[in-house]
């Protein structure tokens, strides 16, 4: 089994991982899958810290834009459900757009969402934050590069933003 491709830089995704793997007892959740890549690194620290690992994709590229938006509906499209099954080998992975296709899930300990879309991250937020354990971490991957994924984190979670790491923003639940 390979890693499969991630678009996350290596410093980001080292960070990343750290967060993760100090977070408080429940399960892990990746909303924005894409070939995996972020998925594989954090469904070995929750297979090794016996969590449930989520991931949720469309498989089919980004449901929904704006005018606003940077990625147009269909980019990412070059994956599929079956490709990451192959390369990721602790989880259970959900195709559909996100949070219809979601499924119940235990307290989430840490959630990467990487969306893209104002819309997409806003939904995720809504639906994410009401399950998190006390101590819960969401991890926003395009905060400060994708102008409406930071207007749909901001909307929501006034007063919870902790200090940036690079592009990247963190929001923890008490």
């Known amino acids: 089994m390979s890693n499969p491709l991630s678009l996350i830089q290596q410093d980001v995704m080292t960070e990343m991982l750290k967060e993760a793997s100090q977070a408080p007892l429940g399960c892990f959740v990746e909303v924005g899958v894409y070939q995996g890549g972020s998925a594989y690194f954090l469904s070995q620290i929750a297979l090794e810290q016996g969590r449930a690992f989520y991931g949720y994709d469309t498989f089919t590229g980004v449901p929904h834009a704006t005018v606003a938006d940077r990625h147009q509906v269909g980019e990412f499209?070059?994956?599929?459900?079956?490709?990451?099954?192959?390369?990721?080998?602790?989880?259970?992975?959900?195709?559909?757009?996100f949070p219809?296709?979601?499924?119940?899930?235990?307290?989430?300990?840490?959630?990467?969402?990487?969306?893209?879309?104002?819309?997409?991250?806003?939904?995720?937020?809504?639906y994410l934050a009401p399950l998190m354990a006390p101590n819960g971490l969401m991890w926003f991957d395009d905060y400060g590069e994708i102008e409406?994924?930071?207007?749909?984190?901001?909307?929501?979670?006034?007063?919870?933003?902790?200090?940036?790491?690079?592009?990247?923003?963190?929001v923890r639940f008490a």
Request: aromatic share 6%; with cysteine.
């Open 77 to 97: 499209a070059d994956t599929s459900l079956e490709q990451v099954r192959e390369t990721v080998s602790h989880g259970t992975f959900i195709a559909g757009v």
């Open 148 to 170: 409406e994924a930071k207007r749909a984190v901001n909307e929501y979670c006034v007063g919870r933003l902790e200090p940036r790491i690079g592009s990247r923003q963190i």
């Open 100 to 126: 219809a296709s979601a499924v119940p899930m235990p307290p989430i300990a840490f959630a990467h969402i990487d969306c893209d879309q104002y819309q997409s991250v806003k939904d995720a937020l809504l």
